[in-house]
């Protein structure tokens, strides 16, 4: 099950970076699992991770290499997370950057490891590191459908964004791929997001860039309130293109900037439209709030309730149970009459209690609907915030009960 068309976009190709896929039989035989990116020399990358005390092995050494140099391959496996491995975990992630780099010709730290799928099984080096060989000899610019396809686990189908933006006269290209159905709640970025860039931004520049980005977007997704061990996304701009450098402070940079916002949120809102079992795609929107913290908990207290969730799941337009989360969220001094709540343009609750304009067949015409908008004003102050979520359904406790079977 997702929500909405799920059409990979024709993705622009960047200069600078090369993509090449295997089919290594980490965990299936016959599907794509193993990619790796090249990233020509004199990119700049930055990245974001997760904060997942339990870090997997490869986020550790693929922060740990970052500081160290400038990245020039990232390698990505899917059917193992190479996370809750202990010593042996890091051994076996720094074996595979290490057969990498030996037939490549660059540093062992110039390799940038992520892993995705089962916590706590041993990493499979052997057929990773076979499958290398195959991924160097499919390097390409256009695989960006197939790698998109070869991060993939419990994903229904692959994600990705693709668009050139005009900066003062000049054609700048973006192209990004995400995976990600369930244990979402970033707390950093998503459980995988490479984006790259033909543009020229300075590597310290491109990390605030990124670190806005990732938290107006990727920070701003959840499923099921689970942080993963292995969230990382990865922004690469290799300076490729004709346009000048983007400098700090300038215009053209604010352009660019708020062009990859959108770009982000986009990406982003691809894992929460294919999370696992969705059939709705909910935006919860709380308006008039104190601070941008006070928001959020709203916000996400209504996104994590498994009762609202239910409820949506079911199309049942049992607003109390929104109406409880609100009121459990923390916030001191709450109005009650000063709230209301909408369902998309229905509102639903005011003056502490049901809308005098509400009716069952209002609120049950939004519920039937895929895409669904909850919208909570506070009367408390000018600050907004938007998170974006799903239903929980039958197939989300199917699909992780039988994880590992």
Request: proline residues 3%; aromatic residues 6%.
């Amino acid at each position: 099950m997702a929500v909405g068309n799920g059409d990979l976009p024709e993705f622009k190709n960047i200069n600078g970076v090369r993509l090449g896929v295997a089919k290594a039989g980490i965990k299936y035989p016959g599907r794509r699992d193993l990619v790796v990116f090249e990233l020509a020399e004199g990119a700049t990358t930055a990245g974001v991770f997760t904060q997942n005390a339990f870090c997997a092995a490869p986020v550790v050494i693929s922060k740990a290499n970052l500081e160290k140099v400038s990245p020039r391959y990232l390698l990505i496996n899917t059917g193992n997370a190479n996370a809750g491995t202990g010593i042996q975990g890091m051994a076996d992630a720094n074996a595979c950057c290490k057969a990498l780099a030996e037939l490549t010709g660059v540093a062992e730290e110039a390799i940038l490891p992520f892993s995705t799928g089962v916590i706590g099984e041993a990493l499979p080096v052997s057929p990773i590191v076979s499958g290398l060989p195959t991924a160097l000899a499919e390097l390409s610019e256009s695989a960006w459908a197939e790698a998109a396809e070869g991060i993939m686990t419990t994903d229904t189908r692959p994600k990705g964004v693709s668009r050139t933006v005009n900066v003062s006269g000049y054609d700048i290209a973006i192209s990004g791929i995400s995976k990600g159905a369930g244990m979402i709640m970033p707390n950093m970025a998503t459980m995988l997001g490479f984006v790259a860039t033909d543009a020229t931004i300075e590597q310290s520049l491109l990390q605030e860039i990124l670190s806005e980005c990732a938290g107006l977007s990727f920070n701003r997704i959840t499923i099921d309130g689970d942080t993963s061990t292995n969230d990382s996304c990865m922004l690469v701009a290799t300076g490729k293109s004709a346009a000048p450098e983007l400098l700090r402070g300038s215009v053209e940079l604010e352009l660019f900037t708020e062009e990859l916002k959108t770009f982000f949120v986009e990406l982003a809102q691809l894992i929460v439209r294919d999370g696992e079992g969705a059939t709705k795609f909910v935006s919860v929107i709380v308006e008039e709030a104190q601070t941008q913290q006070e928001a959020l908990n709203v916000a996400y207290t209504v996104a994590h309730s498994p009762l609202v969730k239910t409820a949506l799941f079911a199309c049942d337009p049992n607003w109390g149970r929104i109406l409880a989360a609100v009121g459990r969220a923390g916030l001191e001094n709450l109005d009650l009459d000063s709230i209301k709540l909408y369902l998309d343009d229905v509102c639903i609750v005011s003056n502490g209690g049901r809308d005098a304009g509400y009716t069952e067949e209002k609120g049950q015409a939004v519920m039937n609907r895929e895409e669904i908008t909850i919208r909570i004003q506070l009367a408390r102050g000018n600050v907004s915030e938007t998170i974006w979520t799903t239903d929980l359904s039958h197939e989300y406790v199917t699909i992780n009960a039988e994880y590992r079977t």
